[in-house]
């Protein structure tokens, strides 16, 4: 989205608030979700809106990797960028975040990783044959 609009997030929340974001990352999601046999990397609330679940669920399969509020607590300790996150307290936004979030991406998810889930590696095959179960590779150009 920063690539596209030559802006950062920061600047886009100042100057049209979160409609105004949400609003071109659905545009987005729907534009990319329109080509095939790729990775989106989503931001957190892509799944706020009822359409951008739709989209993901209907051209693509939904992998979610779910982090528990302390370990994105930490991870976000020193990051400055995420305008949802300048609040007095980022723990009391995280887990109000988390709460509406997380059962989207749980009723969106085809497949969901826990870190409970074993190994990274177990949990790449787990998601790769998952993929090759779902996924239809598309047909190649003669």
């Given at each position: 989205?920063?690539?596209r609009t030559g802006v950062s997030v920061n600047l886009i929340f100042e100057v049209e608030g979160e409609p105004g974001f949400r609003q071109?990352?659905?545009?987005?999601l729907a534009?990319?979700?329109a080509n095939v046999a790729q990775v989106i990397a989503t931001g957190g609330g892509v799944v706020l809106a009822a359409r951008n679940r739709a989209i993901l669920s209907?051209?693509?399969f939904v992998l979610?990797?779910?982090?528990?509020?302390?370990?994105?607590?930490?991870r976000l300790a020193r990051d400055?960028?995420?305008?949802?996150l300048r609040a007095p307290d980022r723990l009391e936004r995280l887990n109000a975040m988390a709460a509406?979030?997380?059962p989207l991406y749980e009723s969106t998810a085809d497949l969901i990783l826990t870190p409970q889930s074993g190994s990274v590696s177990r949990a790449a095959d787990r998601a790769i044959h998952a993929l090759?179960?779902?996924?239809q590779r598309p047909a190649r150009a003669a």
């Open positions: 989205l920063e690539r071109r990352e659905s545009q987005l534009e990319t979700a209907e051209r693509g979610y990797l779910p982090a528990s509020v302390d370990a994105q607590l930490a400055t960028r995420r305008p949802l509406l979030r997380n090759e179960q779902t996924w």
